[in-house]
């Protein structure tokens, strides 16, 4: 496979999974679309290597989403923010 339609299709899936593990979270995000994507990326990534340590296969899509969404939750949690709630850096600001 070409090297350039390999990162178009890891681009492509980490949009869509992080995109998809944002919306599964309550409350609006203040992420850009690269850091939706990185998340993405990120969440397939440990989804792939987990489920490929523990049950020798590839994971299923539900699994990245659910990773990616975790990473979310994560960062939401280190800017101070909660399950509903994403904090962020501009709260409390004049």
Not at 30 to 45: H, R, V
Request: zero cysteines; charged letters at 10%.
């Amino acid at each position: 496979m070409n090297v350039l339609l390999l990162l178009l299709i890891l681009v492509l899936q980490g949009i869509l999974v992080g995109g998809l593990a944002r919306l599964a979270l309550p409350g609006r995000d203040p992420m850009s679309l690269g850091q939706t994507m990185l998340i993405g990326i990120a969440g397939s990534l440990a989804a792939g290597l987990l489920s490929y340590y523990v049950i020798g296969r590839a994971p299923a899509f539900f699994i990245s989403v659910l990773f990616a969404t975790v990473i979310v939750y994560l960062v939401r949690r280190s800017r101070g923010g909660g399950l509903t709630d994403p904090g962020g850096a501009g709260r409390g600001r004049a």
